[in-house]
């Protein structure tokens, strides 16, 4: 009984210590640096979106975002920096999903603890995507390759199709939830709104555009991995940058999809500017 204790008396003592550096304002202003990195993410998305929609070619995803930024002249220190920083936000949200909310009403507690595991596992993706780049083992190019191969892995395990039909629908909804973000402004609570009648309305303006937006290409990268699934197609299955790319084949795509690359701009201005503004403290 006495060892039991002890042990769990260390286990208490470990969690305090690491939720005291997730806690610390080095981790704090790091971890805000994580916004920054996924706006400036986001806002390359959206040029290389624009760019297709003029006729130019590319992939207009987070890995074709990644290799833009890589071919920059100062290439390396923007990957590890922004590796980094994305790092921290997914630390500093799995914080957030394991220590906070405590004093929530139960129903309250579980769901703001798994949309911070849902962000943490996010900014680790991005962060792990920086990271291959950074060491020269990623490429901008083979994305759709690999969602199809990843598609295909999946349909052939039992109960893959099932799977991944849920995975269609639930970032289908998540694209739905960020457009009613959007519309209703509901993103605000989040943030600590400037006193400036003129920045708050240019906040708003960004983040109702840039959440529309950023609602729409996950709709459409949820529907597609939900049909080619159904249709047992998984060359369909392409991801973000199919999604944007099945955009631009509509009628009047084109210009669909540079409305689309604006928002994902205003949406990645809009992640610069939590970056200053989120309210951090649950």
């Given at each position: 009984m006495h060892k039991?204790?002890?042990?769990?008396?260390?286990?208490?003592?470990?969690a305090d210590a690491a939720e005291g550096v997730t806690n610390s304002r080095t981790f704090e202003l790091l971890a805000r640096a994580g916004f920054a990195a996924s706006g400036v993410l986001h806002i390359l998305v959206g040029l290389i979106a624009i760019r297709l929609a003029s006729g130019g070619s590319g992939s207009a995803d987070f890995s074709g975002a990644v290799a833009e930024l890589a071919s920059q002249p100062a290439g390396p220190f923007l990957l590890w920096g922004s590796?980094?920083?994305c790092a921290a936000l997914a630390i500093w949200q799995a914080s957030d999903a394991i220590f906070d909310y405590g004093?929530?009403?139960t129903k309250e507690k579980v769901g703001k603890k798994l949309k911070a595991a849902a962000q943490?596992?996010?900014?680790a993706g991005l962060a792990l995507t920086l990271a291959s780049f950074a060491m020269g083992t990623g490429s901008g190019g083979d994305n759709q390759q690999s969602a199809t191969d990843l598609t295909v892995t999946v349909m052939k395990?039992?109960?893959g199709v099932a799977l991944l039909v849920l995975v269609g629908v639930g970032i289908a909804v998540t694209g739905v939830i960020y457009g009613i973000r959007g519309v209703k402004k509901s993103f605000e609570k989040h943030l600590k709104m400037p006193a400036d009648p003129k920045a708050r309305t240019a906040v708003k303006v960004l983040g109702v555009a840039g959440y529309v937006a950023k609602g729409t290409v996950l709709f459409l990268t949820g529907l597609l991995i939900a049909i080619a699934t159904l249709r047992a197609s998984p060359e369909e299955s392409t991801g973000l940058d199919g999604g944007l790319k099945a955009l631009r084949d509509q009628p009047f795509g084109i210009y669909l999809l540079a409305a689309v690359?604006?928002?994902?701009?205003c949406y990645g201005v809009y992640m610069v500017v939590r970056a200053r503004l989120a309210k951090m403290t649950q």
């Open positions: 039991g204790t002890a042990i769990k008396k260390e286990l208490r003592q470990a590796f980094a920083a004093r929530l009403p943490a596992l996010v900014f395990a039992p109960g690359g604006a928002g994902l701009i």
